[in-house]
């Protein structure tokens, strides 16, 4: 049971990509499968290629490192990635009984975090231990890091110092997979299995914000923008907290994701308009004028550039493994996909700090297990 969890948890990221999604393809468009590094990708060549104007994104480069899962940002040349601690597994193997009752001790490399170079290639570990650490966000001063730790069944909050790799633990409540965001510098807002809003300082104390009173394991995608705070019951509702006036309300039906942007102006919202259609869409931070950007059978990994400026996210088609990443700038709604095909994305977008990059991680199914790719996408 305990091998179990560790797969669900590390593949709850391409699980919600399964089902496929769609979208409209880019007119006169030529498609040609290559070979990167024993990798096929699939490169879109526009036929009739647009010249850049002022704020179209372009992409420039791309590459591939595999063996390891970006979590997120450091600077624009390190990035906190999530690896098989192979290392440690040798020192430490570890005994399990197996499905016929006998005890049997072996190698287990567990993913840790690391601080990945670009330049040079090389890996830092931060703090090495045999648990998973994953759903790894770093702070707006780039000097710690939130991440979830999962033990067999269990998964806890941690807040790591980045310059001595110690973590701090942040309360003993169990979180859900995939959900914590820093407020600030100093605060992370995260939401228990039982159904609280909460938020930790980097000290690791923790205070409760709210009891929504939800049912356990129901809340998703938690963000703060001031006083309020955003969250989704059962991946169906939006709702706001305003800490200030203590009001709780409902925002909207039917939504899946939902990510303020960085100065809380905006809502990047997915919401489920059909059984199998999804749309994207902008609103005001109470979600009553909205525009629609895109649709599709299901759409993944909304984030913000640092300016607020664009809006990265993926749209997967329908009865396809792969997906299309795509930039929107968020005044005028014009959306430019990006010339790449992706399979199995496992995580959210993410920009580096200047704006210039995108990270994004695929899921690669080894045997009984998972492990991860990681794509880095110049723009131009």
Not at 80 to 88: M, Y
Not at 164 to 192: C, F, I, R
Not at 306 to 321: I, M
């Amino acid at each position: 049971m305990r091998n179990q969890w560790r797969v669900i948890c590390a593949a709850a990221g391409l699980a919600l990509l399964l089902s496929g999604c769609g979208q409209a393809q880019v007119q006169n468009e030529k498609r040609e499968v290559v070979d990167k590094e024993g990798k096929r990708l699939t490169v879109i060549d526009q036929a009739d290629p647009v010249e850049k104007v002022q704020n179209q994104v372009v992409l420039d480069k791309i590459d591939i490192l595999k063996g390891m899962r970006g979590m997120d940002w450091l600077s624009e040349d390190q990035l906190v990635v999530a690896r098989k601690n192979v290392q440690l597994a040798k020192e430490q193997p570890v005994t399990r009984q197996t499905d016929d009752g006998e005890l049997s001790t072996k190698e287990h490399p567990f993913f840790n975090l690391y601080v990945h170079d670009l330049g040079t290639g090389q890996d830092r570990l931060l703090h090495g231990e045999q648990a998973d650490q994953t759903a790894a966000v770093v702070s707006p001063d780039k000097a710690h890091i939130f991440y979830k730790k999962t033990v067999g069944e269990t998964g806890n909050g941690f807040i790591m110092d980045v310059a001595t790799g110690t973590p701090v633990q942040t309360g003993k409540e169990e979180l859900t997979y995939m959900v914590g965001e820093w407020a600030d510098a100093e605060h992370v807002v995260m939401s228990s299995i039982e159904g609280s809003l909460l938020q930790a300082d980097v000290r690791g104390n923790v205070e409760t914000v709210l009891k929504t009173g939800e049912t356990p394991g129901s809340l998703y995608s938690v963000s703060r923008r001031g006083d309020l705070y955003y969250y989704i019951v059962n991946r169906e509702e939006l709702k706001l907290y305003n800490a200030a006036t203590k009001e709780k309300k409902l925002l909207m039906k039917d939504t899946v994701w939902a990510t303020p942007s960085q100065d809380g102006r905006r809502l990047a919202i997915v919401r489920r308009t059909k059984d199998i259609e999804t749309e994207l869409m902008f609103s005001d931070p109470e979600g009553k004028t909205t525009t629609s950007i895109a649709k599709g059978t299901q759409i993944f990994g909304s984030s913000w550039s640092p300016d607020g400026k664009f809006l990265a996210y993926t749209v997967t088609k329908e009865n396809s493994t792969s997906s299309n990443l795509f930039v929107v700038e968020a005044e005028t709604g014009r959306a430019t996909q990006l010339a790449l095909e992706i399979p199995y994305i496992a995580d959210p977008v993410k920009w580096s700090p200047s704006g210039k990059q995108l990270m994004v991680s695929s899921s690669v199914i080894e045997g009984r297990g998972i492990n991860f790719e990681m794509y880095v996408i110049k723009l131009k």
